[in-house]
């Protein structure tokens, strides 16, 4: 269509034509822009009287139009009615129904206040409904927007600006948080940074102070052996020079002179290597003092999957509730399931110990605090290998442990209270180790 409506458009005004009238070279303008053209030819052009010259604005050839002028040129029927034809098909049709393809909406269903066409009512989802025509519809609701408009009153749009300014406000106090804990987050690494970096720069040093004793210590004995070696040099240079001297005089001179620098040489001491051994070797003191263990912590330490949780009653808030719920106790099983062998039966032990406190609070304590001891026993008896595969994952168990016990803490009795403190003591304990 927008080819077509190139075709249908005018080159002088930009437009459909509007009566479209043929020049003597087959081009074809409107009536209007014709006589603008005529006009401004006639005041600027000399021409034979009772002829017309006209300039067609495509092919630029000059044509004589007669006394009559545009008038007598003959229009463009079959071009004009294209383009009646074309306006006719552009114009907006009535809305029609979605159901029923091509069906026009003819008819108002009172009972569901809605647009039917013919099919709707007949065979359609509005058969047997009472209908109105749409004059008749269009009188009784033509009250409605008013009515509608008077239910919107001061005090709900109060509520809307009201519950708009707590949204802010909670949205500004949640993006006051994220900014906080990213400064927490930046200052924890950036001390890490400082940490790192101040002893990194302290080890250097030190291993400056090593190198500048190893320079100490041998750089005089190598100038000493590069003295030496000099000084051979000359006297294989002057030995040269001696036997090439002719005159006995000379050469007895020196010779004596040559006999004494060679002896003088050969009776100057050679110095002694010495072995000097750096301690303790940055790899093995790395090891024992900065163990693989830190490093490797600080590696699978875990990063939060951080996000914001609903504060508001009501059943959305009630539905997002459970939904934490579950996905904390999906939580629970993937540590659960993370956890070495030996670390799953601690776990498991402390976890029979939390069913029995909730069971029977009173009679629990005491076994409580006997499981708590041979607990204690069992775990100082294990190797610091198999404790250090323990605890490393003792921090996120910990973590779980504490939630647990901050769930059900406030549903046990005054004794089961204080076993709990005990656990949490105790765990404390273990992740200090």
């Known amino acids: ?4 409506e190139e075709d249908l458009t005018c080159s002088v005004c930009y437009s459909l034509f509007s009566d479209p009238r043929v020049l003597p070279c087959s081009h074809t303008f409107c009536k209007t822009c014709l006589d603008n053209l005529l006009q401004v030819s006639t005041n600027y052009s000399i021409w034979r009287p009772l002829r017309l010259p006209l300039k067609c ?3 630029r050839n000059v044509m004589e139009l007669p006394p009559t002028g545009i008038d007598a040129l003959p229009t463009n029927v079959s071009l004009r009615a294209i383009i009646e034809k074309y306006q006719k098909d552009n114009e907006p049709r009535p809305p029609s129904c979605q159901e029923h393809n091509r069906q026009p ?3 108002y269903c009172i009972q569901d206040r809605q647009l039917i066409c013919g099919l709707c009512l007949t065979v359609g989802q509005h058969q047997g409904h009472p209908i109105d025509d749409l004059q008749a519809a269009f009188i009784r609701e033509r009250q409605t927007p008013s009515q509608l408009l008077a239910r919107l009153s001061d005090q709900r749009w109060a509520q809307v600006c009201e519950l708009g300014e707590q949204l802010e406000q909670e949205k500004a106090r949640c993006e006051g948080l ?4 990213r400064q927490e987050v930046n200052q924890f690494f950036q001390t890490l940074e400082v940490v790192l970096a101040r ?9 400056d ?5 190893v320079s100490r210590a041998y750089d005089p004995l190598i100038h000493r052996v590069k003295e030496l070696q000099e000084e051979q040099l000359d006297l294989v240079s002057l030995g040269s020079s001696v036997e090439e001297e002719d005159s006995p005089l000379v050469f007895l001179e020196k010779v004596h002179l040559f006999r004494e620098r060679v002896e003088e040489f050969m009776k100057t001491p050679l110095p002694s290597v010495i072995n000097l051994s750096v301690t303790p070797r940055a790899a093995e003191y790395l090891q024992q003092r900065w163990p693989a263990v830190t490093i490797r912590s600080l590696e699978e330490a875990p990063v939060p999957k951080v996000s914001c949780c609903a504060r508001c009653g009501g059943v959305e808030a009630g539905a997002e509730a459970e939904a934490g719920r579950d996905q904390s106790d999906s939580w629970v099983q993937d540590v659960w399931c993370e956890l070495q062998p030996t670390s799953s039966v601690v776990l498991l032990g402390l976890l029979l110990l939390l069913a029995v406190l909730w069971v029977n609070p009173v009679g629990g304590a005491s076994l409580g605090f006997s ?8 775990v100082h008896g294990l190797s610091s290998e198999l404790i250090t595969s323990v605890w490393d994952t003792a921090g996120s168990a910990y973590t779980m442990m504490a939630a647990v016990v901050e769930r059900w803490s406030t549903q046990l009795s005054s004794v089961g209270g204080e076993a709990f403190q005990q656990l949490a003591a105790f765990f404390k304990t273990l992740t200090s180790h």
């Open 1 to 4: 269509m927008e080819n077509l």
């Open 57 to 59: 604005p495509n092919c």
């Open 105 to 107: 909406l003819n008819m």
């Open 178 to 181: 994220v900014r906080q804990d």
């Open 199 to 207: 002893k990194r720069q302290a080890y250097l040093e030190a291993l």
């Open 209 to 213: 102070k090593a190198g500048a004793e």
């Open 371 to 378: 499981l708590l001891s041979r607990l204690s026993q069992l």
